[in-house]
């Protein structure tokens, strides 16, 4: 499950201190009220006052932005895991004959060394 980004939400850096966020809040408020603007949906200021609800309180914004960093996190992993299979499909398959030399010359290698 993707996370929404409440930084994105309320128009502010990630590193915002409680004073920009609340200035943010208000600002958006104002803009996106269905009392004030008719033609919004009301979906907006639902989003707006969820955003401004977690990251108004350290707590929640302090699991809310772990949460953040592991989903981040996950998405690299799987995005590197995604490019190295892509490699290993562009990358030549040895064949049978190949394997085998290669076995019996490992073979030989370890035999002669002990």
Known sequence: MSLKDYYAILEVPRNATLEQIKQSYRRLA????PDLNKHI???RIKQLNEAYDVLSDTARRLHYDIAMLEQMRNALILDMIRRQQE???REPKMTWREGVV?????MKKEMQGN
């Open 30 to 33: 104002r803009l996106y009220h």
């Open 41 to 43: 949906h009301d979906d």
């Open 102 to 106: 290669g076995f019996v010359r490992e």
């Open 87 to 89: 490699q290993a499909r």
